[in-house]
């Protein structure tokens, strides 16, 4: 896997692959969800199973977990070493923060809930620099300049990258992988 050295190399990726493939890169982080719910649903099989007694339960698994695997080959066609099974325990563990995030706040604890979302957020972008190669280049990044047409004026941003390899891929994420493009 190539490596990406700064958000505007990352960005540019991205471009280039929008137009090689037209395939809106937000269809990609609606699949992850998708994923995370299918992993989910593996996992409330196997509890259901084991609750009731039921091996019906069991015996759903393997079809759910195969639709899983398809839309995981998807988003990581190739791979090497474990980025695979990283990915998909990435992705799990997100959806179950999220999870519980969302039931701190259901029971007035905000901070706590909070706390859980960012961190449910992290280990999303995280999956997205590992799939992404950006895992292990562009450390001294710290910030890019780009340029956005507006109509009637072109407005200079600068993108700030915070220290620290979650933050970074924070930033990333925010700045590159938009689901409400449309």
């Not at 991205?14 to 395939?23: S, W």
Request: with cysteine; charged share 30%; glycine share 6%.
């Amino acid at each position: 896997m190539e490596k990406i050295k700064n958000v505007k190399e990352f960005v540019e990726k991205l471009d280039n692959a929008k137009k090689v493939n037209p395939k809106d890169l937000s269809s990609d982080q609606d699949l992850t969800i998708g994923i995370m719910n299918l992993i989910s649903i593996e996992e409330h099989l196997m509890f259901s199973g084991a609750k009731t007694g039921k091996k019906e339960f069991y015996d759903l698994i393997n079809d759910v977990r195969e639709q899983r695997k398809q839309m995981m080959q998807k988003i990581i066609p190739s791979y090497e070493g474990e980025v695979w099974c990283i990915s998909k325990h990435l992705l799990a563990s997100s959806m179950r923060l999220f999870e519980v995030g969302t039931k701190a706040l259901a029971a007035g604890n905000k901070k706590d809930a909070y706390d859980l979302f960012d961190k449910s957020y992290g280990l999303y972008c995280m999956f997205w620099g590992l799939n992404m190669g950006m895992l292990n280049g562009g450390t001294d990044v710290k910030w890019v300049k780009t340029s956005k047409n507006i109509p009637e004026k072109k407005v200079e941003e600068e993108i700030i990258v915070p220290n620290g390899k979650m933050s970074r891929l924070k930033t990333w994420v925010k700045n590159a992988v938009n689901c409400c493009i449309e």
